[in-house]
Structure formats: C-alpha cells, structure tokens
C-alpha cells in the first residue's frame, strides 16, 4: 500500500482553523471586531507572533479585515477567495480552462432560468439598456466585452442567489483574456450578429418569463462561445 505524507498544521494554522470557528460560534457578522491580539494571544495561550500570523492567513482568505491600530474586522461575503482561486487553477492546470468554461456554462444557465423567474421591472429595464449599448459598439470588441460582462453579471444578480453571482463574477474574471480572445476570434459581421441576436434574444425571454426559452438560447450562446474558444486556441496551437 503507497504511502502519502500527511500535513502538519504549523500552530497559526490551528490558531486560524480556531478563529473560523469562534467567528461562526459566536455568530459574528460583516463589521464585527474580533478581540484584540493580546486577548487572542491570552486565549489561545499563544505569542502575539502567532496570533498576527493567523489572522494574516484569515485575511487572506478573505474572512477579516485588518487595520493599523484597530481590531481585526469580519468581512461581509465576497467572491474574493474564489477569483483567486479560480485564477490560480486556471495557471496551474492546463485542462482548467474546459471545466471552468463547462462550470461557467451550467452556472450561467441556470442564473439565466432564475432571472427570468426572479427578476425585476428594473432589472429588466437595465437588460435592455445594456445590450442596446451593445449593439452600438458591436465592432469595438475592448467595449463589446465590457458590456458583456455587465449584461451577465445583471442577469446572475437577477437570479437573487448571492452565492451564484459571487461564481459567475469569480469564474468570469479568471477567464477575462480567454473571452476577449473569443470576441476576437469571431469578428466578422455575420458572426458578432449572431452573438448580438442571442443577447437579445436572452433579455426578451426573460422580459417573457420564458424558462424553457431562456435556457435554450443561453445554453447556445454558450455552445457558440466554447467552440469559438477551443477554435482560436487550436489555431493558435497548429499555427
């Protein structure tokens, strides 16, 4: 039987693993100060170097807030730890890059239905603004990409799941150049036509309350996307 080496966990790690679990303990929220590091140091019956390195580790992670001079602060909730994630998976993993845009498909999707279920006049409202704007820059891809980006971010908002929109932003800042690179690879006018068509298509059946509809156009233009990815990175391969 193979044998595999286990971690050890160095004290300001479990000094950090204790914190998590004092902060949920004690129900602390978003803006709740932690004690000090004396007071953490008494606690855990730790040095004060211990204690500053585990609260680091934490803010790493996104869960506290640190301030010269003040206490250690709870974080609301943010999609910080999983852009660096995602980030750091997509540069160490080559096949990364096909799940991620497989996880960012079935996610978008599903936002979509929720949108279309969930969303406000309001909402709705914003939709169409966006993809208007769209179609103004259709040829100007730096500006096309960044509309793109607000018209699925205001959809995932639109599913009123905060956990699902923290992933679509996360996933879609990792895969910034890999949809650039999409965009560019199909500049031509039939094909950023087509791209155009489907957003819209998206927002009116949403605008409808159309489920069904929604997921059939949103999971096509995600068909579309992935092949126009995997396309210009073959070509960029064989050329």
């Known amino acids: 039987m193979p044998s595999y080496p286990l971690k050890r966990e160095t004290l300001a790690e479990q000094v950090a693993q204790a914190l998590i679990d004092r902060i949920y303990a004690e129900s602390l929220k978003p ?8 007071q953490l ?32 602060v709870v974080k609301p909730i943010t999609g910080e730890a999983l852009r660096v ?3 750091r998976a997509l540069a160490l993993e080559d096949q990364t890059l096909l799940e991620l845009l497989e996880l960012r498909r079935g996610i978008e999707i599903q936002g979509a239905i929720l949108a279309a279920e969930r969303r ?16 103004e820059v259709i040829h100007q891809p730096e500006m ?6 607000k018209f699925h ?3 995932a908002s639109a599913s009123h799941n905060r956990l699902m929109f923290y992933l679509v932003e996360s996933i879609r800042d990792a895969l910034h150049s890999t949809i650039m690179g999409g965009l560019r690879s199909r500049f031509s006018v039939d094909q950023l036509e087509r791209v155009q068509s489907v957003h819209e298509e998206i927002v009116q059946h ?9 997921m059939a156009a949103m999971a096509m233009h995600f068909d579309d996307a992935i092949g126009a990815v995997f396309s210009r990175l073959a070509s960029e391969k064989g050329g």
């Open 206 to 214: 949403i605008g409808q309350g159309d489920k069904q509809a929604t």
């Open 144 to 149: 096309y990409a960044g509309l793109d980006l």
């Open 120 to 135: 406000t006049v309001e909402e709705l409202a914003q939709m169409k603004s966006i993809v208007n704007q769209m179609r």
């Open 31 to 38: 803006g709740d100060s932690l004690p000090s590091t004396m």
């Open 41 to 72: 140091a008494t606690d855990f019956d730790v040095s004060r170097p211990v204690i500053r390195e585990a609260l680091k580790t934490l803010e790493g992670q996104g869960i506290i807030e640190i301030s010269n001079g003040r206490s250690a």
């Open 85 to 87: 994630f995602f980030r």
């Open 153 to 155: 971010l205001l959809i």
